[in-house]
């Protein structure tokens, strides 16, 4: 089956796009799926907005992005990224207008990061009478301990299909907060909040190289499948334009947001915080060709999905 130029150029174009966020979220979905479908194992191919595209107007695609680590500087402080997995749904329309869908969980899922220095980093000194006091009892590697998760908040916005076949112009806006966890600023301690969020708008530096294969269904490798997966490995994305929103609920209602916002610098204006997402690994997964089954292509990916099911 022959793919028309504009699944081709959707389809390279959302993948590098979600290279560039690649960077910040965990693969840890307890799906597993077998052959060329094993990477989208969250892709929300479920959700009415997939269901619905009919494959002649609107073409439903699956990306993943994951990236092994990578970091993120908010004020005074570099905080770890680790290991992540992106997953959303995308449903491209005419005109070069998309709707991103997230999947259940939220798009992004990342593994905890320690923070350099823990709470002595993050607090630490201080003439505070009282910070000076928690200061001192800070020899405890437990006690001083702190671990940061970047967490998906909302579901993404502003995704430009063609921005990711280019550098330098920003390809989606990813709204997440960071998670700060530690026995004294206990477990409700963020950076961001779902009504106030770190909005990351990356932007790719370098082009990431490309192949591309079809397979069955079922996720079986196919030359003449009726499912194409393009990947894009080796990216390098970067964002300095995010404002970061001072920190929420740290220590006993909230007693240690102003002695974590003093010594990290938060809130941090735009242009003073950045995010450097290195050697994103990204997959898209789409119909060949869509037209094919409208108007049921939407339906006929998510049987597809289903079936790989391991």
């Known amino acids: 089956m022959r793919t028309s130029n504009r699944v081709r150029v959707g389809l390279l174009a959302s993948f590098t796009a979600l290279a560039a966020v690649a960077s910040i979220g965990s693969a840890t979905a307890a799906t597993q799926l077998n052959g060329d479908w094993a990477p989208f194992s969250r892709c929300p191919v479920d959700d009415p907005a997939m269901l619905a595209a009919d494959g002649a107007t609107d073409i439903a ?28 749904g995308v449903v491209n329309h005419p005109g070069a ?14 593994d905890s990061a320690k923070v350099p220095g823990g709470l002595l980093g993050l607090m630490c000194p201080s003439d505070v009478p009282v910070i000076t006091g928690i200061c001192n009892t800070l020899t405890d590697v437990k006690l001083n301990r702190v671990t940061a998760t970047i967490e998906s908040v909302n579901t993404p916005t502003g995704f430009q299909l063609l921005a990711g076949a280019t550098t330098g112009k920003p390809i989606i806006t990813l709204p997440v907060r960071i998670h700060l966890e530690n026995p ?38 196919d030359p003449n499948g009726p499912m194409s997966r393009l990947s894009l490995q080796g990216a390098t994305q970067t964002d300095t334009t995010y ?68």
């Not at 990578?70 to 997995?85: F, R, Y």
């Not at 998309?98 to 259940?104: A, D």
């Not at 950076?191 to 069955?216: M, R, Y």
């Not at 994103?280 to 597809?304: C, E, F, H, L, R």
Request: proline share 7%.
């Open 61 to 88: 695609i699956c990306v993943t992005s994951h990236s092994a680590s990578g970091s993120i500087k908010l004020g005074n402080t570099v905080v770890p990224v680790g290991a992540s997995d992106l997953q959303i």
């Open 97 to 110: 207008v998309s709707t991103v869908v997230s999947p259940k969980g939220g798009a992004l899922v990342a």
């Open 184 to 221: 004294l600023l206990g477990d409700k301690c963020y950076i961001g909040s779902s009504s106030d969020p770190i909005l990351l708008k990356p932007q790719n530096l370098t082009q990431p190289a490309v192949t591309s294969e079809n397979f069955a269904g079922d996720g079986t490798p």
């Open 243 to 310: 404002a970061v929103p001072g920190t929420n609920g740290c220590g006993l209602l909230g007693s240690l947001n102003w002695a974590v916002n003093l010594k990290t610098g938060l809130p941090s204006a735009a242009g003073k915080n950045s995010v450097t997402l290195d050697n994103a690994q990204t997959d898209v997964a789409a119909m060949s060709a869509p037209g094919d089954i409208a108007p049921n292509a939407g339906k006929v990916m998510s049987q597809y999905w289903h079936s790989a099911v391991r």
